[in-house]
């Protein structure tokens, strides 16, 4: 059975991690049978979650693994798109994953209070120069990445641009092709959930909060695929 390695329920998401969400939400719309395990990501192939073990072999990288359960097992998650929806899709898929998910890092990692109620939990009881230096060489990605170089209002006011441009995208929805629901919901999906949970008070939830589709979309997706972790109140500010 295919084996998919996470870092396990937190902060009343399915996962920490964006990534494995949207993994786990893909294998759950393949209807393949899977099973989770907890891993950390010096563990991983690639150094990072998630990954899948299927029948011995080991692949890293969200879109790796959907591409290899497409091709292994002849499942199409994008059935029913239009090449045009499909293209669409990955645009905002890389909007999501590429944008959207640096601004998810700077407000759980570069603000201090977020850090101390969030990521430090992944280094168990070490000691406070351990945490340190995890979170500085964060800092030093985020950095690198280009939004370490902002304010975390500029971060917002990014992240926003996105968040807008998705609610264009989705409209009404109720996925992002229209009636029909591809691969690409379950990376939507994942990246606003992150965003919207309640345990980080941030400018960035607040910026999402701005678009009741989004809100109202990221609910309906917990709802079917993670009915325990859906709120029986509508996520507010
Ligand atoms: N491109 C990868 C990104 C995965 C990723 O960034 N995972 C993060 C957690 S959200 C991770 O494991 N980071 C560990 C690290 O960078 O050391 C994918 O799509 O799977």
Redesign the pocket.
């Known amino acids: 059975m295919i084996v998919l390695y996470c870092?396990g329920p937190l902060w009343g998401l399915p996962d920490?991690?964006?990534?494995?969400v949207?993994?786990a939400v893909q294998l759950k719309m393949s209807g393949l049978a899977y099973r989770t395990d907890r891993s950390r990501?010096?563990e991983?192939p690639?150094?990072?979650?998630?990954?899948i073990e299927d029948n011995g072999v080991r692949i890293?990288?969200?879109?790796?693994?959907r591409e290899h359960l497409e091709r292994k097992y002849g499942v199409d998650l994008d059935a029913g798109l239009d090449g045009r929806q499909r293209a669409a899709a990955w645009a905002v898929e890389r909007v999501i994953?590429d944008h959207v998910?640096w601004a998810t890092?700077y407000a759980r990692w570069a603000v201090k209070e977020n850090f101390d109620r969030g990521p430090a939990i992944f280094f168990g009881d070490a000691p406070a120069d351990v945490l340190e230096a995890a979170r500085a060489r964060?800092l030093d990605?985020l950095h690198a990445q280009g939004f370490g170089r902002h304010s975390l209002g500029e971060v917002a006011q990014l992240a926003g641009r996105s968040f807008a441009s998705l609610a264009e995208t989705l409209g009404d929805g109720p996925y992002l092709a229209g009636e029909t629901m591809g691969g690409a919901d379950a990376t939507l999906f994942a990246g606003l959930s992150a965003v919207l949970t309640s345990h980080f008070d941030t400018p960035v939830r607040d910026a999402l909060l701005k678009h009741p589709n989004l809100v109202a979309y990221s609910e309906r997706m917990m709802q079917r695929f993670y009915p325990a972790l859906a709120k029986a109140e509508p996520v507010t500010a």
């Open positions: 870092f920490p991690s964006p990534f494995v949207k993994t990501p010096p991983a690639k150094g990072k979650l998630p990954f890293g990288d969200s879109v790796f693994i994953e998910y890092v964060m990605v």
